[in-house]
């Protein structure tokens, strides 16, 4: 069952907050500037906004709405402007539903992936994989000191010692994970 609710400002009406609460539901609704009210023979209205009023003033409604905004707001407003959805150039209610719902489940697997694997989106995930290859493909290839292919220390051009592979054959079996 719901106990509580908490909106912006764009559900606020006397009769909404007087029928929540006539439900038994307590309300967190931001109140718009409307300029004094008029509650001539609208006491229960007056009452239940008064309520209202005062629980989102407090403490835990200021919590509500901060949480809110973060949960709802910013994913939406992500949606909206930086993903495009509000030029959504689709004909039809319809369209426009569905274009909605891929664009919101995809920004959904990407919440799901950056908890997942620390990283949101399916380019930064081939990067990370990249880099994984790369790891271990460098760290497959260093030969063991007791592998076949053997190295012996040479001097460069400036005098420093580098090691340098030998080729054996390739028709014998090699331990190298180079295969070299």
């Known amino acids: 069952?719901?106990?509580e609710v908490v909106t912006d400002k764009g559900y606020h009406s006397r009769t909404m907050v007087c029928d929540l609460k006539a439900l038994?539901?307590?309300t967190y609704i931001s109140e718009p500037d409307r300029g004094p009210q008029s509650w001539i023979?609208?006491?229960?209205?007056?009452?239940a906004v008064y309520a209202n009023r005062r629980r989102i003033r407090g403490d835990r409604g200021k919590r509500l709405l901060r949480r809110r905004g973060e949960v709802l707001e910013r994913p939406c407003a992500h949606l909206y402007e930086t993903g495009a959805l509000r030029?959504?150039?689709?004909?039809?209610?319809?369209?426009?539903?569905?274009?909605?719902?891929?664009?919101?489940?995809?920004?959904?697997?990407?919440?799901?992936?950056?908890?997942l694997f620390g990283v949101g989106t399916p380019r930064a995930?081939?990067?990370?994989?990249?880099?994984?290859?790369?790891?271990?493909?460098?760290l497959w290839s260093i030969p063991t000191?007791?592998?076949?292919?053997a190295s012996r220390s040479r001097l460069d051009y400036r005098g420093v010692a580098t090691r340098r592979m030998e080729r054996l054959p390739l028709h014998?079996?090699?331990?190298?994970?180079?295969g070299g």
């Not at 000191?145 to 292919?149: D, H, I, L, T, V």
């Not at 014998?172 to 180079?178: D, G, L, R």
């Open 1 to 3: 069952m719901i106990d």
């Open 24 to 26: 038994g539901i307590r």
């Open 41 to 47: 023979d609208q006491e229960a209205e007056r009452d």
């Open 87 to 115: 030029r959504a150039h689709v004909r039809g209610h319809v369209n426009v539903l569905k274009r909605l719902l891929i664009q919101a489940s995809a920004f959904n697997v990407g919440l799901w992936m950056r908890t």
């Open 125 to 138: 995930l081939q990067g990370r994989f990249a880099a994984l290859v790369a790891v271990l493909r460098t």
């Open 145 to 149: 000191p007791g592998s076949r292919c």
């Open 172 to 178: 014998e079996n090699v331990t190298c994970a180079t």
